[in-house]
């Protein structure tokens, strides 16, 4: 399975986007799946994920502001931002935890399916 995260960009702080990762196949119907990012010289963080269950997790500097969902009928998984601040830019991943149907989980070492990432720059 490929994954392709689309719908990086730049944007004004207070500002909106939404991120869409498409996948090859029908991954994502029954596997939990995440969104990570990542900026110069830091690990890579959890920030949403959501499990086959509907239970959802968010990185708390995100809660309230970023909304996981997906479309299982177009294998898409969404991340709505909203509010965004200047230190959300990052690249941004998308993953699946295919070996496992476990817990939801925003730990990156779980999940072995990549995307390549798309951009996200907040300005003040």
């Known amino acids: 399975v490929k994954l392709a995260e689309s719908g990086g960009g730049s944007v004004q702080a207070g500002g909106s986007l939404r991120l869409s990762c498409l996948a090859s196949?029908?991954?994502?119907?029954?596997?939990?799946v995440g969104w990570f990012r990542q900026t110069p010289g830091m690990e890579r963080e959890g920030v949403a994920s959501?499990?086959?269950?509907?239970?959802?997790l968010y990185e708390d500097s995100v809660r309230g502001r970023f909304t996981i969902s997906k479309d299982n009928e177009k294998n898409i998984v969404f991340l709505q931002m909203d509010s965004l601040k200047p230190e959300d830019s990052a690249m941004y991943y998308c993953a699946v935890r295919s070996w496992w149907e476990g817990e939801t989980s925003l730990d990156r070492f779980q999940y072995d399916i990549w995307g390549q990432g798309t951009q996200v720059t907040v300005s003040s």
């Open positions: 196949d029908d991954q994502y119907s029954n596997r939990c």
């Open positions: 959501l499990n086959t269950d509907g239970s959802t």
